[in-house]
């Protein structure tokens, strides 16, 4: 190193200092070796090979399994208040560039891809909605914050608010407590719903109670595509949600759009959403569990629908569960293959990272044999751009994207 360090110090065995070389930002708890000074929960450690080579300097999160985030492989740094603001800055100017006219209504941190290990931050046209989910970061989030608002508001940009998702129970493995509410030092409305505009469509984001931290926004550009054919279709959102993949395809000429979620609040929700776009004249909406539905469906007789969209939540979180997962998803894809006629669509995909592309396609093989179809593919997509994807971090990697035609 160049510089004389007062952070701890971290030594890693050989599987990790190869994982650090590769650009992975984690260090995992059995692969540190040693520690060298007084280390807390959040602080900054200096992680060296065994051989005492410099790796990179991260977060130490004592109660976690992820020991180390890599935060920069730079023995100068100094992770002055500068060092955030240039990560801020380069994360947001990433965001001007790839999203163009809809910087608006997008992600504008996505963790691990962007330096910022732990940090979700979406912004919903006037409100950014944050969720933290490391130690460390959350020590510094004031600072995060603050020059967040600060670099958008110097570029022209309507920030109101800054309101936290804290409640998810993976904040518990940092040793973190789980909470909601907005982020007072930066003023704030009292209202916590505001509305966007994607792809044309208008809808009220209730950032408190929706999931996540408000609404989806990595499927943005894959509901265009089902929209591009949509058009005269009888169409089958499945897992609808607040109604996105159902209103896009309504816009986009649908001749009837079902969507269907077993959730009423959430239909609730997308019922009005239709209505505040004036398509709610060409839209059903049915209270269902999926795996009910689609086999009653079938039961039933004849082919009521020629496009089936399959935009369900991630049946698994870990690899232990994958396998019941791929159980999970053949058996809706099976379905849908069996209800569509000769000549319909089928747009399907898996937001999991956990159930890889591979097993993902097989998985449709699997689900088209036992069918007795073949699909022809049409289309394939990932996660939209504000989310984008380290290829040396593969857990940037989670989102499945397909439209097949039914041959």
């Known amino acids: 190193m160049k510089s004389k360090r007062s952070f701890p110090i ?23 070796l040693q520690f060298f000074g007084e280390a807390e929960n959040g602080c900054l450690v200096d992680v060296l090979s065994q051989k005492g080579s410099y790796l990179g300097t991260g977060f130490l999160s004592l109660k976690s399994k992820i020991r180390v985030r890599i935060l920069s492989s730079n023995a100068n740094e100094s992770f002055s208040d500068a060092f955030w603001e240039r990560r801020l800055r380069y994360a947001v100017e990433y965001r001007k560039t790839v999203m163009g006219d809809d910087f608006s209504c997008c992600r504008l941190i996505f963790g691990e891809a962007d330096g910022l290990p732990g940090l979700t931050v979406d912004r919903f046209s006037n409100i950014l909605v944050a969720q933290v989910l490391s ?26 608010g800054v309101y936290e998702r804290n409640d998810v129970a993976i904040r518990s493995l940092e040793g973190l407590s789980e909470y909601k509410g907005w982020y007072e030092p930066i003023p704030h409305p009292e209202e916590t719903f505001t509305e966007i505009t994607e792809n044309g469509i208008k809808y009220i984001v209730d950032f408190e109670n929706g999931q996540k931290t408000g609404f989806f926004l990595d499927q ?7 929209a591009g054919i949509a058009k005269g279709k009888r169409v089958l959102d499945c897992f609808t949600h607040t109604g996105s993949f159902a209103l896009n395809a309504a816009k986009g000429g649908a001749e009837r759009v079902t969507a269907v979620d077993i959730s009423e609040t959430a239909l609730e929700t997308a019922r009005s959403n239709a209505e505040k776009n004036g398509l709610d004249g060409k839209m059903d909406f049915v209270a269902a569990d999926v795996f009910d539905l689609l086999p009653e469906l079938e039961a039933k007789g004849g082919k009521p629908y020629d496009f089936i969209i399959l935009d369900p ?18 058996e809706i894809n099976y379905r849908a293959m069996k209800l569509l006629p000769r000549g319909g669509y089928l747009a399907t995909c898996s937001c999991s990272h956990f159930m890889s ?23 394939v997509r990932q996660q939209c751009r504000d989310h984008p994807i380290l290829w040396n971090v593969p857990e940037t990697d989670y989102l499945k994207f397909y439209i097949f035609q039914v041959v």
């Open 357 to 379: 592309n591979e097993l993902f396609v097989k998985m449709l093989h699997s689900a088209a044999a036992d069918a007795g179809v073949q699909l022809r593919q049409t289309e």
């Open 313 to 330: 939540p991630a049946f698994t979180k870990s690899r232990k569960t994958v396998k019941g997962a791929e159980r999970g998803y053949k």
């Open 220 to 226: 943005k550009y894959n509901r265009l595509a089902v």
């Open 135 to 160: 130690f460390g970061m959350d020590k510094i989030k004031d600072t995060i914050y603050t020059l967040l608002v600060k670099i958008l508001r110097e570029s022209g940009e309507k920030i109101d």
């Open 10 to 32: 971290a030594t890693v065995t050989k599987k990790a200092e190869a994982a650090i070389k590769k650009g992975h930002p984690w260090v995992y708890d059995a692969e540190i």
